[in-house]
Structure formats: C-alpha cells, structure tokens
C-alpha cells in the first residue's frame, strides 16, 4: 500500500519523515515550508525528495527550491481538491483553516503540531478524527493507549505524567545536590532545552500536553483553565540568555528549600501534569522516590495512567518523549492507521 | 451498540467479565464451563446472568444450571452457525477445534487463553485475526502496542519481559536478604502463586507468553524450540507442596552466590523473558538496579521493546500484568476493537 502524503513543515522532525520516505513507501505529493515549497501529484520522485532533503539540511529554504509563497499553497489547495491522501503537519503554527480545508476534501491528518488542538474546544472536536499521537511524549503510544481503554469502555480517572524530559533531567539534577541554575546550564549544554531555556521552564508546553490529554479524555476544557506553575517567569524570554540565567540563581535557595522538605517526608520533588475530571495541573509535586514518575532516566517520559479497572495497580508507559526520531515514530503511528481508512 | 458474545470458561476471569456485562451492554448469547452451561440465542436476560454468576460462585457447576455437558457444546455449535457474534475463550483448555468453528461461521474470537495460541506455527497462523491482548501482561496493552509498532512500519530488534509476577516478587525478596525457599513460601502466603509453585517456578507459562511475543513479531517458532532456564525441576509438580518447598532450601546457596556475583558487577538478578530474531530465552539474567527490568515493584510486569526507531531509548510498558480485573480489561480491549469489525 503506497500512502500517499503532504508534509507540512520542515525542521528536524519533517526531514526525519523525509528521510524515512523511501524505505516505508510513503508517496509524498507535497513538502512546504514556510517560505513555499514543492507539490507534485504524480508524487515527488525519490530523487528529487533527496535532493529536498540535503538541501534543506544545508539551510536552503524550499521556497527557494520549488514555488515560492502563495504559489505553493495555492497548488496545495488545488492538490486538496483533486486527490485524496495524508496531510502531515510538523509545523508550529496555526494551521488551522488549513487543517479544516483538508479534512472536508475527504483527507486524513496527522500531527506533530500541539496548536491547532489548544484552540477552543469546538475547533479540537472539528479536529476529533485526526491523528495526534505525536503530540503528546512523542512515539510513545499515549494518545493510541487512551483511546483504546475509552474505546473499550473504562474510565480514566487520573493521569500523571512526567511529560518534559528537560524538567525531568533538572529535577533528578537538583536531586544530586546541583544547584538548579547550574543545572539549567548543564541542560543547556547537552542539548536538552529549547535555544532560550526559558521556553522549557514556563511550562507552557507542558499546560498545551495536558489540555490534549484532558480533551482526549472529553473534558472541554479551554487552555486558560490549566492551572500551571512556572519553574521561572515566562516574561524571563524576552531577557537575553546569560542574564535570564544569571537571574534563575535567586531561586536555588527555594527550590533547594522544597526539595529538602519532600525528603523529610521520604519524598522527592518532580514536575507533573496531572489531568483528571479535576482539571489539568501542572507544576513542582512530592513524589514517592520509587514512584514510576520519579524513576524516569535521563530525559525520559513517563506518564502513568489510574482508571476505573487500572485502579491501584496504574498502567505505566514510558520512553523517549521528544526528539525527531521518537516524534517520527508517534507519526507513523497515526499515518498507517489512517492510512487503512482513506480507501473507505 | 449491543456486542453479542459467548464466554467459554467460567473461572475468576470469566466471572469478572460477567460482572461487566450489565454496565457494558454486553449481551451474552451463551456461558459455558467444562461441565455444560447456559445458550441463548436471543440472549440471556441480566437477571439470568446474575443468578448463574452467584451460583457459579458458590461452587455449583454451569452444567447443574443450564444444560449438561454435550446438550450444551450442540447448542453452542448450532449457534454458531446462526448468529454472529464474539467468542470469547477463557478457559486452559485446548479449544482450538471450536475457534476454528467460530472464526469459519464468522466470529469474532477473543483469548486469555494461552494454550490455541502454543500448538503448531500452523494452527496460530489460522488464529491470525483472533484477539489475544490478555495472554500476555494480562491488561497491559502489549499485543496492540506490538501491533501498532509492526503496523506503522517499525521493526522489533529485542523484547525483554519481567512478565511473571510471582518471580518478580521472589527475585526482589532474594535481593532483600531473603532466602529463595523462604520467599516462595511467602509468595505462597499472599497468594501469588499457583495452588502448586512448582507450576509458577517451572517457567512454562513464561515459554508460552514468550513464544506468543515472538509469533506475534512473525517469527515461526515452535514452543520445543523456546530456551528455557526453570527455577526448579518441573518434576517438583508430582510431590506434595510441602515437600517440594523443603527440597527447594537445597538451591538456597546457588541462587544467593548468583546475585552476590551479580551485585559485584553493580547488577541485580531478574528471570527475564527475551524475544528476538534469534528466538526465545527464559531464565535469570543479570539486569542494571535502575534498569525498568529491576525496578518492577511487587507482582508488577514490566516489558522493555527495543525496535529500529525506539533504538537505545526503549518503550515501556508496565502494570498489573495478572489477576482477574487485569485480565478482564486485557479482554475488553479485544472485544470493542472487533465488535467494531463485526458488522463489516
């Protein structure tokens, strides 16, 4: 079965599907960037998808390589109209209206992209049949798992999960006897945070993870609703890096002072999203330190799931929650799911 | 939407099913045990039903209820050929006559039974579309997830499984000091193992869960050819349980100078199910303390799935992997997934 698909999106992510193209029999009929981008219906042969590719890792913006701007999507929307297939998106932007145009051609989606999901409620269930398994922990089968208990009629009455493998890191950090500004720095070293670790320690990302959970469970929940407590402020992003960090020093003491107060009581200090018909919480939590959630290793994901027949007894799932590779994983996932359903 | 079924077997987990049945909307065509049982082709009404699950409670067998023995398999056959419906077998018996009647007639089949799945590569090869999601870590999603993975194109290099509770639960009380005969009778004690732990400590069972994860991969494997280490001589299962547990003091001392080694390497000691193009092995490994396989807690089950894009960042997947209420959601997971496909 050669699955037909448009990538949306071309960063590390995208260029891992790329690059998988060949060896699974994808048929891509469309790759854009921002800046445009190439759409063939016939398919893209592998020839020039290679040559895409390397060009893109060089730093060449596929507008440049194909049709600039509105032409390509332009030619994407008339793509849309004329045949049926995958449309793919690993963009961060909101690609809503584009999304909603594909999906009443008849066309599957699947995606890496958190944004189109956290809009209001009723654009999430217009978006109720599109794939979403990479959103949350990557290639982990979060999204298939939960689905597949709903499906089968229990009731998930809590979930937690350890859904950033960077707070993850600095939290197990600290745990060492690390100060947490150094260990910041040290998360920044190995690659671990965004280019400005601000980003990571707003725990923005980790309230849009937890909506998509909460919605998942059928809760209508709008993104305003989460309650999220920042492991620093998020207005340190418009602060330039060295200073932002020079900052977070005023609070090793704190964070120092909790972590202490949790071992008194045989605990630790780890940062969870909690989702239940409660709401979705996210922030610093005391955690038992053979908890699954206090194990994770390295930047590991772990999320762990009580239910009505899991009661007890939690189901845990755990693995690589971010990087292109696993994120990759998550989207093959949902594509060759769909993919079973366009012929119908 | 009504899911019609039979349930074949009437043990804890059949019976954990039955209690579903009202809040599911499940409708029984027909329960059945070794002595006979109850068929019903317009169903069987609730009150019916919660009748013969209090009596069979009791200790009075299905055949005293319904109809005794050959009466019933004839009412079973000939609704087979009359209705569309789900099988589902509970039993540990060798069923496969009457599944392979079920899947010709155009059942559906749903297994917590191992034993149709262990016979000939032939025979799985026929069972192919059957549901067995709780023949291995009871409700763990470990079957759909294998699925998926195989499905989306992903390839399965190495699946290390701590899939016995029971040994998992000795091994760690080894690990705390206990001796090995002493922490069998302890397991004994809470109700972990089989009437006789010979059974438990043999392996057998762990074979079984390990070739079903390597046919599963597609790998042709008969259960002869599964390398199996037992933790004490299956001939133990013909001497009285008390004097099979003072002949197991005598392996006291090897298995302590086991770990000692191991924990000279920094490792601790798991019976670990491996599966993987080379085949199937059993028996004790030394694993790393913080890998997922030693930190297991209680009668956990813990599966680590290395594949070609999880690679060096594995899956895990963790949770009760025995008892009825696991078991039974391991069931359910099955029945919805082909109830959907029933009416196709």
Chains 1, 2 share one sequence.
Not at 134 to 153: E, F, M, N, R
């Amino acid at each position: 079965m050669r699955v037909p698909l448009v990538l949306l999106g071309c960063g590390r992510v995208g260029q891992a599907l790329l690059e998988e193209a060949a060896s699974l029999d994808l048929q891509f009929l469309g790759v854009l960037d921002s800046t445009g981008g190439v759409v063939d219906g016939g398919g893209i042969p592998q020839g020039r998808l290679s040559q895409l590719l390397s060009r893109k890792r060089e730093g060449v913006a596929l507008g440049e390589l194909g049709v600039p701007g509105e032409g390509a999507t332009s030619a994407l929307l008339a793509l849309l109209r004329e045949r049926r297939g995958l449309l793919v998106d690993v963009t961060a932007a909101d690609t809503r209206p584009f999304l909603f145009s594909a999906l009443e051609a008849g066309w599957g989606v699947v995606l890496a992209n958190k944004l189109p999901l956290v809009g209001p409620w009723e654009d999430f269930r217009r978006l109720s049949s599109v794939g979403y398994e990479a959103t949350v922990g990557a290639g982990i089968p979060l999204i298939t798992t939960l689905k597949a208990l709903l499906g089968s009629g229990d009731e998930v009455h809590l979930i937690q999960g350890g859904l950033s493998g960077t707070l993850g890191f600095l939290l197990a950090e600290v745990e060492r006897g690390e100060a947490f500004s150094q260990a910041v720095r040290r998360a920044m070293a190995r690659g671990y945070t965004e280019p400005h670790p601000a980003e990571d320690l707003s725990g923005a990302d980790l309230a849009r993870k937890g909506l998509i959970l909460a919605r998942t469970l059928g809760l209508p929940l709008e993104l305003e609703e989460v309650e999220l407590e920042p492991l620093a402020s998020p207005a340190g992003r418009g602060l330039p890096v060295e200073g932002f960090l020079q900052g977070l020093r005023a609070q090793d003491a704190e964070l120092r002072r909790r972590l202490e107060g949790a071992k008194r009581r045989g605990l630790t200090l780890r940062y969870v999203v909690e989702v239940s018909s409660a709401g979705v919480r996210a922030g610093l939590r005391e955690v038992d330190r053979k908890s699954p959630l206090a194990r994770a290793q390295g930047v590991e994901n772990v999320v762990v799931i009580n239910t009505r027949r899991f009661k007890g007894h939690p189901l845990v799932l755990a693995g690589p929650g971010a990087g292109p590779a696993s994120t990759c994983a998550g989207l093959l996932l949902d594509i060759f799911r769909l993919a079973r359903t366009l012929g119908r």
